[in-house]
């Protein structure tokens, strides 16, 4: 079977609210009101309550969550200006409560509300919603483990995974920066 959708519970809502509200980055949402849809992407479960794919896939790639804009037809049909799709075995079974913090987090700061030129007043679309666009992430590897294994300290994925431990090594992995 397909992956199947649910909308998620109040729990999710309650947390997006709360972290939009604590976090400065967040405010340009909350000051043009966007809206946000919340929905589990649930995958098939095997006699065992084990996952036999994956609910949700970018690039071919499993993934816990994915954050998109929505269009004008959408809208039109009630939908909100943005969603979130969040893997719901992970979230369910799977993560503590501060990782579901922190993956939301994570997703609230791909959607970014686009401002008037030299002003914090946001664009609008034809139908009065608030213009978004999606954030990029500022640190992205695209690694493959078969190439790192082949070429070795000259692949990029073997100097990008150096240059994490070395650059940004009190950042990532406080416990072993010094
Ligand atoms: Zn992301």
Redesign the pocket.
Known sequence: MPTTYQRCDESVTTLASELLCKYDTHKPLLDARVKIDFVWAICDLDEDNHPINDALKKNGVKCLAITRKLGLKDRALGRGDAEIALDYYWWTQTASEEQQRALLD??LH?IAVVMMKHSDTAQREEDGRPKLRLRK?DVEFGWFSIIAHRHGEHSQERIQAKEIVERAGQFYFPEFAK
């Open positions: 994570h997703e791909h992430h």
